[in-house]
């Protein structure tokens, strides 16, 4: 009985002190998720990503610069950006852009530097920034080689299906601010404010998951498995075979460990200080996009085949990134000798980190007032789903969006000169959709996604509307006002409008 009590009270305190340990590293990397997470909701928020569809269309060296550009400006957790890879490959972009995109909306973000610089060091996030565009490198040559036309049309053929992934409404929500304006204006605007609180709740609710499914693991990692063990795994006594070793098996504990997004930087702590290579712990960053959830979500966008391939090319360059980074840093003297994480040694106490943390939860909080002020909240219920389902909208918020003084007749829901529907926390005073049923807006045979409307001054009868089953309108999530994926002109094939007065 007594022998039974003990090992009960030994089972509370191993869970105790992983639980102690996953809120340490909670508490050290906080102000600087949320300084990331606000810095990357102004870049999207006033950085518009119209007609990006046509510059995506090959895979030249521009092709791809345009693509890793894109996806630095619109962060997004790694789900988000699979299914946002998805709906850009469906609208014409490459499959190489589409993959471009997809690593650099992850592994080139500026949440993720700040992250890796105030958990482990300033080399880290040197080393995301030059690591990433080399994997980028290697991923574009692979599929020049391995890539077959057959597979890519199979692919795509699979993708236009829009068989249902993962954060499909997140990933298609384009709230950036509208207006006609100079870069200030549009962000100390009342709808870069609202623009900014939607990316910043949606940004944050998508990537939450995983933030605390990473610092358990970490938790328990650093709690529960001792340092000597990781480092007999990791060779980490032989340098030469530690760095031959560690890209191999940083992705591997990478694909098992099922966390992705910045979620993964407090376990790279914790392999970093249990002595992997400095290659490991790079490649290890980088393979959330081989995590054993989004290889299915693959298989269910592309097909069987395109998603082996897509496994093993990415698993194949984030290896080479590691070794190519190591092989850069070491003989420059830029790879850390400490094995001290930051964020593994820190405990909350009152310190800078502490001020820090108000400081910055106060602005968490008058982002999230505001996007609910701003009538945002039902957006939250949107963030799954399929790509091609109409959803039913709250009430949206519009801040101040430049419409030409044009006069919308919005008893009958009417637009002027609206860029593919943006809506939600863009202008036209406030409108209120509650109950609004989009199920009721169809448009015969018209593909509203990606084209910009210029309907000035007219009036739609959006019953008139006809959407045939598996058309594209609304279907990457533009949640028919507001989140829009604008990428071309709009083709005047609309007779079924009824425009009023021209």
Known sequence: MVAGWETTVNIFEWIGHALAMAGNMAWEILWPLILGFTLSAIIQAVVRRERVTRLMAGDSPRALAISTGLGIASSSCSYAAVALARSLFRKGASFTSAMVFEIASTNLVVELGIILALAMGWQFTLAEFIAGPIMIVFVALLFRLWMRRRIVEAAREQADKGVAGSMEGHAGMDMSVQMDAPFAKRLFSRAGLTSTSQYFVMDWAAVLRDIVIG??????????????????????????????????????????????????????????????????????????????????IYRRYYGTRAALLIAGTFYIAMAAAGYAIELLFTPLGLVPESRNAAVLESSISWNYTTWLNIVFLAIAAVLVFWFYKSGSGPMLHMMGGSPDAEHDHGAHDHGAHD??????????????????????????????????????????????????HDHVGHDHDHDAHEHPAGSDADSEHSMHHGQSTTTEPHRPDHEHHDHGTH
């Open 215 to 296: 610092l358990l693991i970490a938790g328990a990692f650093a709690a529960w498995v001792p340092k000597e063990f990781l480092q007999t795994v990791f060779l980490a006594k032989d340098p030469a075979l530690a760095f031959i070793l560690g890209p191999l098996i940083g992705p591997l504990v990478a694909v098992v460990s099922f966390v992705c997004s910045v979620g993964n930087v407090p376990l790279a702590a914790v392999l970093w200080n249990g002595g992997i290579s400095f290659g490991g712990v790079m490649s290890f960053i980088f393979a959330d996009l081989i995590i054993i959830p989004i290889l299915l």
């Open 403 to 452: 419409h030409g003084g044009h006069d919308h007749g919005h008893g009958a829901h009417g637009h002027g000169s609206h860029d593919a529907h943006a809506h939600a926390g863009h202008g036209v005073g406030t409108h209120d959709h509650a109950g609004h049923d989009h199920a009721a807006h169809h448009h015969a045979g018209h593909d509203h996604v990606g084209h910009d």
